[in-house]
């Protein structure tokens, strides 16, 4: 079975400082664990992914993520928030062997000016 | 830029009437999922395809909800009759190969039962 946790509904930060999205999961084999944002109105956009190899995963919008396996947990993390980053961001997980992807409920982040 | 393309963006209907939300993936993906989005139990998966067959539909309720794949361009979600509580947001995302380390989803079709 394989499961995923976003403890927050709501992230609030101010524009500039840094952010910080939780996320844990649970798996029984080896985790694939992902990030999506959805702006409002619009479908779900991959933002990146953790397959193997490093535990810092970067990607689009100056994203990052990082995989902690001792705490079976991927935050999902920014150095320095925009505005335009307020948005529904939801963490994915699925083990090696399963090929669904099971989503989070979603952590709304705000991000005042 | 390639997209997945889902219709109607918007539907209002009377509970009793059958809804059909279509869905378009990308050129050359072969795999489709059918999510709905609702306050209460966030995504849910509905059905899963692979090169147009049905994989996964332990989510869809069978009595009402049925999932096809025409063919390869085409993606349709039935619902017959259909029910206040299937007010949602349905979503459709397609993926390409089979590890679908990769989603693009449409903008979705927005579900008002009356």
């Known amino acids: 079975a394989q499961s995923v946790a976003q403890p927050e509904d709501q992230v609030n930060v101010a524009e500039g400082n840094p952010l910080t999205v939780k996320c844990t999961y649970s798996v029984s084999g080896n985790p694939y664990l992902f990030w999506y944002v959805q702006y409002p109105n619009r479908g779900l956009q991959f933002l990146l992914k953790?397959?193997?190899?490093?535990?810092l995963v970067k990607g689009s919008y100056g994203f990052e993520a990082e995989f902690n396996k001792s705490q079976t947990s991927f935050h999902l993390k920014k150095p320095s928030a925009l505005v335009s980053d307020s948005a529904l961001y939801f963490c994915a997980v699925r083990d090696g062997g399963s090929y669904i992807p099971t989503f989070g409920r979603g952590t709304s982040l705000i991000v005042h000016p | 830029d390639a997209r997945v393309t889902q219709t109607p963006r918007h539907k209002v209907t009377e509970m009793g009437q059958e809804v059909t939300m279509r869905c378009q993936p990308i050129?050359?993906?072969?795999?489709v999922f059918w999510y709905r989005q609702t306050m209460m139990q966030g995504l849910e998966l509905l059905a899963y395809?692979?090169?147009?067959?049905?994989?996964?539909d332990s989510g869809m309720p069978k009595d009402r909800f049925s999932a096809e794949m025409p063919d390869a361009t085409l993606a349709t979600l039935k619902i017959q009759p259909s029910e206040p509580r299937d007010s949602a947001v349905y979503f459709c995302a397609s993926a390409s190969g089979i590890t679908n380390e990769k989603l693009f989803f449409g903008s979705g079709t927005q579900l008002s039962v009356l």
């Open positions: 050129l050359g993906h072969n795999t």
């Open positions: 953790y397959i193997t190899g490093d535990n």
């Open positions: 395809f692979r090169n147009r067959a049905p994989l996964d």
